[in-house]
């Protein structure tokens, strides 16, 4: 690793107690992606458990839900392997009403070769379903409402009312997508996608945002062109209309961030927010458009 101050990362510690969803094991040692909401009296976990590695044909979903967030049930199968046909599925997030808590999840079909991981999965071949369910025990699917958005985060509401969440298109990693709902009734069916306009050398793999005072949505993309900087598009509309992306001040060591407001009235973006790649030889890798 690059040399560091001696005083680097170090932060006062916040006080928390721990409760464990799930805990990996030989055959799913690989589990990314965790989304958490509250729905009703209880909190779910969703997140994506695989074989060996990230994005491993036969990744799916799974959830567990608490009554505290502490102790949590026995974790159950949102969406069951499927390694013999060299599937995987994506956990993307979640949206709660007061009567039906909504699941995102990404379908993709790879190549088959468990030694590729997320460089295995195809482009122009990743559809987005949608989960819905009234007691956390029963399910409905909503399948492949739309292909090509690669999206890490679930919708959540403008003061409109719609729905909004953001991504990259898997067959063109230079293109940021919009998806829009135009109200939480819409969630099942397919979202508006709302293309920002593109940039020369971005490359936005994943998205977050949050909404100021005076109206406007403030949406950060994560750069896979590595240039460890979110860039920042605006929509002065509610998310019909985007302006061009440009690369903001925030570092960003090429990872996912989210961000949003607290409710003392202050924003916050959380991630990795430092300009140094976690590999040094990261250099030495070909963009996402050019691997697989």
């Not at 049930?73 to 599937?87: G, K, W």
């Not at 460089?119 to 292909?147: G, K, P, V, Y």
């Not at 605006?234 to 989210?258: H, I, M, Q, Y």
Request: charged fraction near 25%; aromatic fraction near 12%.
């Amino acid at each position: 690793y690059p040399p560091m101050a001696d005083d680097w990362g170090l932060f006062h510690q916040v006080s928390a107690t721990r409760g464990s969803a799930y805990y990996g094991n030989e055959t799913y040692g690989y589990n990314p992606q965790q989304t958490i909401a509250k729905f009703r009296n209880r909190y779910a976990v969703t997140w994506s458990s695989g074989f060996k590695h990230e994005d491993h044909p036969g990744q799916h979903v799974r959830y567990a839900v608490s009554k505290d967030g502490l102790d949590w049930d026995r974790d159950r199968a949102l969406v069951p392997p499927q390694a013999e046909e060299a599937i995987v599925w994506n956990n993307i997030g979640m949206f709660a009403t007061d009567s039906t808590l909504y699941a995102l999840a990404g379908k993709c079909n790879t190549k088959g070769n468990p030694h590729l991981g997320m460089c295995s999965m195809e482009a122009e071949r990743i559809s987005l379903n949608i989960f819905s369910t009234e007691d956390l025990e029963h399910w409905d699917q909503h399948a492949s409402l739309t292909s090509g958005p690669f999206v890490f985060e679930g919708p959540r509401q403008t003061r409109d009312g719609a729905l909004l969440c953001a991504g990259g298109m898997i067959d063109d990693w230079s293109q940021a997508v919009v998806l829009r709902w135009e109200e939480p009734a819409a969630l099942a069916g397919e979202p508006e996608l709302i293309m920002i306009p593109k940039v020369d050398g971005l490359e936005p793999i994943q998205c977050t945002w949050y909404q100021v005072e005076d109206g406007r949505i403030l949406l950060y993309l994560r750069d896979g062109a590595f240039s460890c900087r979110l860039a920042l598009t605006v929509s002065e509309d509610g998310g019909k209309t985007w302006s061009t992306p440009l690369r903001t001040d925030f570092p960003n060591t090429c990872s996912r961030a989210f961000a949003g407001r607290l409710d003392d009235g202050r924003y916050f973006i959380a991630g990795n927010n430092y300009d140094r790649l976690l590999d040094c030889l990261i250099y030495t890798s070909p963009s996402p458009r050019d691997r697989g």
